[in-house]
């Protein structure tokens, strides 16, 4: 059964960074396209960032330009660079496969707020 455990989130101020990670058990995210979602309250989850298994990388129009999507096949794990953020970057953000996602896993929540 696949895990999927996000971490990173907190409490920022406008303008700050976060760098959110998740660690992927029970599969190996080197041979699936990966992403990172978000879903803030009364929304539905949105795709913020696609990283595909030839590691060609997608962004949501929003994010571009702010947010860098990695992966490290040795640590079964993928990363979100969040820069320059503002408030309504503010949601839970969780990852999962592209394609026929897994399970979901709890999330990590992120609040850009002063």
């Known amino acids: 059964q696949v895990q999927l455990v996000e971490s990173g989130g907190g409490l920022v101020q406008p303008g700050g960074s976060l760098t959110l990670s998740c660690v992927v058990s029970g599969s190996r995210v080197r041979i699936y396209g990966m992403g990172w979602y978000r879903q803030s309250p009364g929304k539905q989850r949105e795709l913020v960032a696609a990283?595909?298994?030839?590691?060609?990388?997608n962004y949501a129009d929003f994010v571009k330009g702010r947010f860098t999507i990695s992966r490290d096949g040795a640590k079964n794990s993928i990363y979100l660079q969040m820069n320059s953020l503002k408030p309504e970057d503010t949601a839970v953000y969780y990852c999962?496969?592209?394609?026929?996602?897994?399970?979901w896993g709890q999330g990590t929540q992120v609040t850009v707020s002063t």
């Open positions: 999962n496969r592209l394609e026929y996602p897994w399970d």
């Open positions: 990283s595909t298994r030839y590691s060609s990388t």
